[in-house]
């Protein structure tokens, strides 16, 4: 069997390429299983320091494969593992980015919205479709709700409407939408700067940007105290201090191949 899902590692940036695009890059089984393992691999190689969410064909992703779909165990199925892999890239310790040549639709826009940062060509369009299968969004909401305007969640999501890529960055699901012939180099100039961060500084980032914000101001100082000396005085923010007194590249930054 064809494998649907590509890995490649090059400068710390580990490329998982969806390519399935006979069927728009669906969600299926295959898909979904190979997906969750490379990000698994991604998550457990070291020399990785940033993900980059591809896709081969027109289409980003279409979402839920709605042939399988079409009995109940496949959609069953469908559905409890997808939260598993929106998990695996909302709570990556390693930055990801989703890089859209074209549409994503339903399940594909949970992915965009799982990532750290996502970027598109102005052409790609994007819908939630699901109200128009009679259908409920109601595993991307979780996602894809923390990401939008809420006057926008509540039309695009009742309304299933169509909206375009300049729409999507108005409403905080993309960070860019460029032209084709820049999408490489935009992704690139990302990609780029978060390899600059410290792996575990970005980690740990990452886990406050998801943090519940303490009701009182006085704990919440004092939990990100906390959190800022430890990395003042941790080995990774004493390299980081040293690379920049010294006018060098800190130790993690990764050498191009």
């Known amino acids: 069997?064809?494998?649907?899902?590509?890995?490649?590692?090059?400068?710390?940036?580990?490329?998982?390429?969806?390519?399935?695009?006979?069927?728009?890059?669906?969600?299926?089984a295959q898909l979904r299983r190979e997906l969750r393992d490379h990000l698994n691999t991604?998550?457990?190689?070291?020399?990785?320091?940033?993900?980059?969410?591809d896709h081969t064909g027109p289409v980003f992703c279409a979402g839920m494969d709605l042939k399988e779909a079409g009995s109940a165990g496949s959609a069953t199925a469908g559905v409890?593992?997808?939260?598993?892999?929106?998990?695996?890239?909302?709570?990556?310790?390693?930055?990801?980015?989703?890089?859209?040549?074209?549409?994503?639709?339903?399940?594909?826009?949970g992915l965009v919205a799982a990532a750290d940062i996502a970027v598109a060509t102005t052409d790609a369009t994007f819908a939630f479709t699901e109200v128009r299968l009679g259908l409920v969004p109601a595993v991307i909401s979780v996602t894809?709700?923390?990401?939008?305007l809420p006057r926008a969640a509540h039309e695009l999501f009742l309304t299933g409407e169509k909206f375009d890529a300049r729409r999507a960055v108005e409403i905080g699901l993309l960070n860019a939408a460029v032209d084709k012939d820049q999408l490489d180099a935009e992704v690139g100039r990302y990609t780029g700067m978060l390899a600059l961060g410290g792996p575990t500084a970005l980690a740990a980032t990452k886990d406050m940007l998801r943090r519940a914000r303490a009701a009182d101001l006085t704990d919440d100082f004092a939990d990100m105290l906390e959190l800022s000396a430890g990395f003042f005085a941790a080995e990774e923010g004493q390299e980081g201090i040293a690379a920049f007194a010294q006018k060098r590249p800190p130790k993690w930054v990764p050498v191009s191949e």
């Open 80 to 109: 409890n593992e997808f939260p598993e892999i929106l998990t695996r890239i909302w709570t990556s310790s390693k930055p990801v980015v989703a890089k859209l040549a074209g549409p994503a639709r339903a399940g594909g826009v």
């Open 1 to 28: 069997m064809a494998e649907l899902v590509h890995y490649a590692t090059a400068n710390g940036v580990a490329t998982i390429t969806l390519d399935s695009p006979q069927n728009r890059n669906a969600l299926s």
């Open 42 to 53: 991604a998550a457990a190689d070291d020399a990785v320091r940033v993900l980059v969410l």
């Open 144 to 148: 894809v709700l923390p990401r939008l």
